[in-house]
């Protein structure tokens, strides 16, 4: 019998590397490094708000999820026709892309960054142009600028960056903003902005009013502790939004996702005080680290990297025989979130004893 023809996927789509999440654990006593989730449970009110939620899944979510945007807009002080919610800023960032790309275009991006950024860019039907790292983990931003053509519709800043770990500052963001092209859509993904310590920390919303050109992107999924929930957001101008709005998904934000979200941003006070313990056990983790001889570049987010080369699967190998989960990226570095002080000690036990037989 003559073979039957069999559905076409798209070329482009067929070669796509699948997104790899973090390893999860099986069994007990696992600690899990490997996803950047900060390690306490949800805060009580947002348990609450979920366990009233529940009572209404038979129902429809609001499908602009007005509550949630108007939230987000008075907490930032802006209008809630700026704000875009979706499945997780992930979800969100493909919303942009394909609000602006069109086969053949460009999406300039770091790399090593997020891995989400090349398969969106590809899903969306544009090219991934990859700007590498300097030495110490950071975009470089000039090379970033030099690499905009005339088929450039969006840059993607990752501040910090993931999986190094050192952010951009305000100063290095408003000079890249006047570098590029005022057509040229600049996202600002400051998934781990919580964390940051350093003097001049980003404020992407602090930047909006003065550059039409400008996308922030945020999520609960990491201070927030609501990464199983999925909801993340960006702000932009009103036409921009409007265009972001347009390619989603309807109902894309759950009515449970959005009872969770509008209970948890009231609670900063709490948030913070646990990005506060996650800050002083990074700062922890990393002095160690250094003083056993690792160079980790300055962690700004919840996570460590080692550039430990083609040598990090076989540290994540020997992490996991420890019962620590951790994300190796091939060829690159093995990036370990800040957990709870026991599966952290036990990752620093880990890099002591590898340092010890093998070296950095
Ligand atoms: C974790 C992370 C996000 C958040 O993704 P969600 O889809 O909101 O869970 C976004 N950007 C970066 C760089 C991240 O590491």
Known sequence: ???????????????????????????????????????????????????????????????????????????????????????????????????????????????RSFEAYPIATQVAGAMAVTVPLDAAGRHDLTAMAAAVTPRTRAVLLCSPNNPTGPALTQTEVADFLAAVPANVLVVLDEAYIEFVRQPDATDGPALLAAHKNLVVLRTFSKAYGLAGLRVGYALARRRLTAGFRATATPFGVSSLAMAAALAALPEQQAVRARVVQVVAERDRVVGRLRAQGWQVPDPQGNFVWLALGRRSTTFAQAARHRGVLVRAFGGEGVRVSVGEPEGNDLFLEVAQGWIERVGS
């Open 1 to 111: 019998m003559p073979k039957s023809p069999a559905v076409r996927l798209r070329p482009d789509i067929e070669s796509l590397p699948a997104y790899v999440p973090g390893e999860r654990p099986v069994g007990t006593q696992v600690f899990k490094l490997s996803s950047n989730e900060i390690p306490f449970s949800p805060l009580p009110a947002v348990l609450a708000a979920l366990a009233d939620a529940a009572a209404d899944v038979n129902r429809y979510p609001d499908m602009h999820a007005t509550a949630l945007v108007e939230a987000l807009g008075a907490w930032h002080g802006v209008g809630a026709e700026r704000v875009t919610v979706g499945n997780g800023s992930v979800a969100v960032l493909a919303h942009i892309l394909s609000a602006v790309c069109q086969p053949g275009d460009e999406v300039v991006l770091p790399w």
